[in-house]
């Protein structure tokens, strides 16, 4: 599975979570090999939890797993430092994101901790986001935590 297919599917959850009211961010889970592990999307809204982000959300469904080095996390935006921090702390070997434009958040940390980070700058995701943001400023700053 090509990287920019491995990206769709994180694009469908973000564009699940739009049509839920929720905030576009998607994420999945895949094997070194292209399988797919586990997909989520940011649910803060939806299940009113602030820790259901969309790489949370994906690692959760991909359930117990022997080891991350040889997994990748896929995922719309630039991983806030909590999803960085669970990245790193799992050892997850690459990391893929759709765009770094409407946040950056610590794949740079993350590259310089050894992990394997490719941006693709996704046109479909930036926009994503900043219809978003420009609809809802407030619910995104709470996200940010701003
Ligand atoms: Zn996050």
Known sequence: MSPGEMLDVAVEEAQKGLAE???P???ALFS???ELLGRGRNRRVQQG???????????????????????????TLSPCWYCSGLV????IGA??????????GGHEWLAEHGVAVTL????????????FIAAKPD???EDIGE
């Open 49 to 75: 939890d602030p820790s259901v982000h969309a790489e949370t959300d994906a690692f959760r469904a991909a359930g117990r797993q022997r080891g991350y080095r040889d997994t990748i996390m896929v995922t």
């Open 25 to 27: 961010i998607g994420a």
């Open 32 to 34: 070194a090999d292209g």
């Open 95 to 104: 990391l893929l994101i759709g765009e770094a434009r409407t946040f950056s």
């Open 120 to 131: 693709l700058d996704d046109q479909r995701c930036v926009k994503m986001m900043q219809d």
């Open 21 to 23: 009211g929720g905030i």
């Open 88 to 91: 790193r702390q799992f050892n």
């Open 139 to 141: 619910l995104w700053a």
